[in-house]
């Protein structure tokens, strides 16, 4: 049996749909139009990625891929493609600062360059924990450090797992762990021996 989470193939991507999927409960009234909503916990990434047209010995190796997730009995570490890197201003190893619950937004984090605009820029991603416990975040606001090389970041969503003081952060090549969303997986190829096949996912917990 593999060890999951696999790690996706190292090849590039035709086209790729990824986002957050959230519940958000709303009821109207049918009388005077107010609205009543209710933001549940569930907040999962997902992804579509179309594979661009390869020969047999490529994609022989995405086929071994899907063969030993069995479905979506297995998973896989995945992240926004075009999102490997960030905008943000710092190149320091990061740590967290204090621990931090679950559902927590705002997340004290030090280790960086002191005195800096825009350590992290919205948009940019972040991951606390490795490998199965791989969890991803956006950062919602742009984020400076201070004098002591610190700074509070706002993400979304909110924390998934507690995180403990001196908690590594990863930004760069940001991943967390998905399933696919079919146990069926198939690939076409035409008469000159061009595959093609596309696959979608959502976040594991």
Not at 148 to 169: C, F, H, R, Y
């Amino acid at each position: 049996m593999p060890s999951y989470p696999l790690t996706i193939p190292p090849y590039g991507l035709k086209t790729s749909e990824f986002g957050l999927r959230r519940s958000v409960g709303i009821s109207v009234s049918p009388y005077t139009g107010g609205q009543q909503v209710y933001k549940n916990q569930l907040a999962l990434w997902y992804a579509v990625f179309s594979l661009p047209p390869m020969n047999r010995s490529t994609a022989s190796i995405w086929q071994a891929f899907f063969a030993e997730l069995n479905g979506r009995y297995g998973t896989f570490l995945a992240g926004d493609p075009d999102a490997k890197t960030i905008l943000g201003n710092t190149s320091a190893t990061i740590l967290v600062n204090g621990d931090h619950s679950i559902g927590d937004t705002s997340i004290d984090l030090d280790g960086f360059e002191l005195s800096t605009d825009n350590v992290f820029k919205k948009g940019d991603y972040i991951q606390f924990g490795s490998g199965a416990s791989s969890k991803l975040y956006m950062v919602v606001q742009d984020a400076d450090s201070n004098a002591s090389g610190q700074s509070t970041v706002t993400i979304e969503p909110p924390l998934k797992t507690a995180l403990s003081d001196n908690d590594s952060v990863t930004y760069t090549d940001t991943v967390c762990v998905f399933r696919l969303d079919t146990n069926d997986i198939t690939w076409n190829v035409n008469h000159t021996g061009v595959y093609t096949m596309s696959f979608s996912c959502t976040e594991a917990l």
